[in-house]
């Protein structure tokens, strides 16, 4: 079995995951990769593995409420309830862009 991944599949791999490495780290993900799938490969050796056991760990049928109208919320009393609001909008943090690599 060998012990490390080819540079050019080091750098195909980059490229689907369009992320820039430098030559450094094509030679640390050479060995790091190739582990990582020598771990994946031990699925293959399970003995007993069977894709029917995976369907769900149960057999009695799922139940599932019947779907009925309710009493909607009118707006005012949705936002008492909001810390932060705008007119009828709930003000909620920003999660996209914050971090650095973003």
């Known amino acids: 079995m060998e012990e490390k991944l080819t540079r050019e599949e080091v750098l195909h791999v980059a490229e689907l995951a369009k992320i820039k490495i430098s ?17 994946v490969e031990k699925i293959n ?12 760990p149960w057999t009695h049928p799922t139940e ?7 009493v909607m919320l009118q707006p005012k009393e949705v936002l008492e309830n909001a810390p932060r609001h705008a ?3 709930i003000e909620v943090p920003v999660v996209i862009g914050e971090s650095e690599g973003a």
């Not at 030559?23 to 582990?35: P, R, S």
């Not at 050796?45 to 769900?56: C, N, R, T």
Request: a negative charge; glycine letters at 8%; zero cysteines.
């Open 64 to 70: 599932l409420r019947k779907d009925e109208a309710g």
């Open 45 to 56: 050796e399970v003995k007993g593995y069977d894709e029917e056991i995976l369907i769900a």
């Open 87 to 89: 007119g009828n909008y």
């Open 23 to 39: 030559e450094e780290e094509v030679e640390k993900y050479q060995i790091e990769l190739k582990k990582l799938l020598n771990d």
